[in-house]
């Protein structure tokens, strides 16, 4: 038995800055829209929401959010949206015989159906894990995951925690950390003291975004009052402990990220180890659908490339967020802006003149936070060797199926016929777990480029393929019997039997 879903004029896929920009664009001009994300509270990651039933002051203070935060507030008082929370998309198709798409996900282990003639995918980013030693030891984590359980739940998640990276990032979550009573163990830097200093022969940038600066300042000033040490030119070299992280291993590293034998090492008790290398643009949705991306390793890996007004090469799907390239809230905030105009061209609600007019402001505003991302990018970069001088043969690349660097290096050395990525994933399985190589494409394919002497972008990426997140076999059962249909808000208007 089959039941007809509703057809919504637009779905977004990710409740963040660009979803919900988009959204409030499209439900200004009469579209009917459904927003479906994976988390209960809409607001992304820079907006993570407690449950509601938690009593909060003070939630997100500060300057840098009180824009976001008028954002989420105003689309959540939007009558005339759908919402779909807690929902994990599949996959998204073109809808056979019809106009536009049909969108598969699951919610609780029940199969949902949407169908909309435009869709726009802003499913955000997700952090590049690092390989070294130690580095699937339990109490190693993202400093992306830390600051999830802290926003969301109000929790420390160690009793002494050391960050290591090359991201500003982690200096965020570290002074968030201690703000909440947490004890810092250190924080650690892969680039030398001078090169984040650099930043000072830039004053165009500290003044056009002075409000970064001055939190960023915040945060360190926060960190040095707490007796906070600050390591500048180190990198992870090991995580050691019994059943888990007890001490961190760092290694002095040069501005090329290679290994200085001659500096001595340093050793850190800790027992959560939160690292923030590098952001992974998670396009794997849009690429799905058949959309075009281009690699770009500084702005995030294999990014959606878009028109003005961010529509894809699939005509009606729209990309906008961090699955363009890594740029932060503010330029997420303004794409979604672009993106919700070119869906209102797409669905005939106003023209092209009007819409390039509309987005001019907005077009403006974008160059200026691109250039300061482009810059925020190089600044944090991490140096060329640095991740192949923290990995050992044997530390593990993909987690989900246990493969090794030593195993990866095998099959490439034993088989000059593996020349893609994919074809290395057939070979050695890298990337056929649950994650479907989020987790381990970048190192994997960084692996594979330095052995063959290629460049990661003639590799290609790892085939995006339904389910684009794992599903239960009690779900795909679900679907099989009968295609479930959601309406409005959480509610399903016929359930699976």
């Known amino acids: 038995m089959t039941n007809e879903a509703t057809t919504y004029d637009a779905a977004i896929v990710g409740a963040g800055p660009a979803g919900l920009a988009a959204a409030r664009e499209l439900s200004s001009r009469g579209a009917r829209v459904v927003i479906l994300d994976e988390q209960a509270r809409p607001g992304g990651q820079i907006m993570r ?57 699951v919610r609780a282990d029940e199969s949902l159906t949407f169908r909309a003639k435009t869709v726009l995918c802003c499913n955000g980013c997700y952090e590049r894990p690092a390989v070294f030693p130690g580095a699937v030891k339990p109490g190693v984590m993202g400093a992306g995951a830390v600051q999830t359980l802290l926003k969301s739940q109000k929790i420390v998640a160690g009793d002494a925690i050391f960050f290591a990276g090359a991201h500003p990032f982690q200096l965020l979550v ?48 926060r960190l040095r009052r707490a007796g906070v040490p600050l390591y500048f030119g180190y990198a992870m070299k090991e995580a050691i402990g019994a059943n888990r992280v007890e001490t961190v291993i760092l290694q002095p590293v040069d501005s090329g990220g290679r290994a200085r034998t001659r500096a001595p090492t340093k050793r850190v008790d800790a027992d959560l180890l939160a690292m923030s290398y590098a952001f992974e643009a998670s396009s794997e949705l849009a690429r799905q659908v058949g959309a075009q991306s281009r ?67 907005h077009r403006r505003r974008l160059r200026n936070l691109l250039r300061f ?46 020349s893609t990525a994919n074809s290395l994933k057939l070979f050695t399985r890298a990337g056929m777990g649950l994650c479907q190589g989020r987790l381990c494409y970048a190192n994997a394919a960084a692996q594979m480029a330095a052995q063959r002497g290629a460049r990661v972008e003639t590799l290609g990426p790892f085939q995006a393929q339904w389910p684009a997140r794992p599903v239960s076999i009690a779900s795909l059962i679900a679907a099989g019997d009968e295609d479930c249909v959601a309406s409005r808000t959480t509610k399903i208007r016929k359930p699976c039997r």
């Open 49 to 105: 929401q407690r449950p509601a039933e938690f009593a909060e002051d003070g939630w997100l203070s500060g300057g840098l959010y009180r824009k976001l935060k008028a954002l989420l507030r105003e689309v959540e008082s939007l009558r005339e949206l759908d919402w779909s929370m807690s929902t994990t998309v599949l996959g998204v198709a073109d809808a056979d015989g019809d106009e536009g798409f049909v969108l598969t996900a």
């Open 174 to 221: 570290a002074a968030q950390i201690a703000q909440a009573g947490g004890r810092i163990a250190g924080v650690a830097f892969a680039q030398s003291r001078l090169r984040v200093l650099s930043i000072l022969k830039e004053p165009w940038l500290l003044v056009s975004h002075w409000r970064v600066f001055a939190t960023a300042f915040g945060n360190l000033v």
């Open 295 to 361: 690699w770009s390793e500084l702005s995030g890996g294999w990014v959606a490339t878009h028109s003005q007004l961010m529509e894809s090469s699939v005509p009606g799907l729209f990309v906008a967020g961090e699955v363009t390239g890594v740029a932060g809230a503010d330029a997420s905030l303004v794409e979604g802006c672009l993106a919700g105009l070119g869906m209102a061209v797409a669905l005939g609600s106003i023209d092209a003149e009007e819409a390039a007019r509309c987005a001019a402001p």
């Open 373 to 418: 991302a482009q810059y925020l990018a190089r600044l944090a970069a991490v140096p060329a060797q640095l991740f192949e001088t923290m990995a050992g043969a044997s530390a593990v690349v993909c987690r989900c199926e246990g493969v090794t660097r030593a195993d990866i290096a095998e099959a490439l050395a034993g088989n000059a016929q593996i």
